[in-house]
């Protein structure tokens, strides 16, 4: 046990499936996992361990921004054996031309936050998710015809529609780091974590937010709309 999981070692699958909301994680454990129990409910994180098509899962939320998921996720890799965990989330699109309901596979997390450095001593601000993951997300979507845009993925302090100019943070931006395409707030310390351990983490995003022309959807639609993105994930972790 850990002070925010009160599971028992083998109680977590090895790969786990991570929304921020504990509403959306109850909600995949209830709608598409079978045989299904709580396996830890601190803080009202609850972590549910089920079966998707006859694989060992597991769903658990991450709660927001950097902190919260580097907690997380932290103690799944470091204490629970968990090798792989798959971040789905909303996001705000900042690519030309995207739309609600567009789906992203982030390559690459860059922030200005000081996650690492605050971690170890490491002045790290750029980091990539794993490619092997990834991969097996990219076949799953092509066999299910679902569109993935790819790119560098934005990991801000902030949420990013309150920014009062996101552009200056983009002028702000070393030389050499890609302009990102969306802007969320957890996946930069997911990857760092997957790397200091030496396990595996992709981040899906759906964008709900475009902040050029303020177009977004309710709370409501957020909880009900990312069935696409909750399939591609689950199809792609019983591969693993």
Excluded: W
């Excluded at 921004?65 to 900042?94: A, K, Q």
């Excluded at 990013?160 to 702000?172: A, G, I, M, Q, T």
Aim: charged share 20%.
């Amino acid at each position: 046990m850990t002070p925010h999981n009160s599971a028992n070692i083998g109680d977590i699958a090895s790969t786990v499936v991570m929304p921020g909301d504990p509403m959306r994680a109850k909600y995949i454990a209830e709608n598409f996992l079978s045989d299904v129990k709580i396996v830890s409910n601190v803080r009202g994180i609850a972590c549910y361990t089920g079966k998707y098509k006859g694989k060992e899962l597991s769903v658990m939320a991450h709660g927001m921004g950097m902190p919260s998921m580097g907690i997380y996720s932290y103690e799944l890799y470091h204490f629970y054996n968990v090798d792989s965990i798959i971040r789905i989330g909303t996001c705000g699109g900042l690519k030309d031309g995207m739309k609600i309901f567009d789906l992203i596979l982030s390559e690459e997390a860059y922030t200005e936050g000081s996650y690492a450095l605050s971690f170890d001593n490491v002045p790290c601000n750029l980091v990539s998710s794993n490619p092997e993951l990834n991969s097996i997300i990219e076949s799953t979507a092509k066999e299910s015809n679902i569109n993935l845009i790819k790119g560098t993925t934005l990991c801000n302090d902030c949420f990013s529609p309150y920014v009062e100019d996101e552009r200056k943070l983009f002028e702000r931006m070393p030389d050499g780091i890609n302009m990102p395409i969306a802007s969320e707030m957890e996946a930069f310390a997911l990857f760092y974590n997957a790397k200091r351990e030496g396990k595996k983490a992709a981040c899906i995003l759906t964008v709900v937010d475009i902040p050029s022309n303020l177009e977004g959807i309710s709370s409501e639609e957020r909880e009900k709309s990312l069935n696409t993105m909750i399939n591609l994930a689950l199809d792609s972790a019983i591969k693993l």
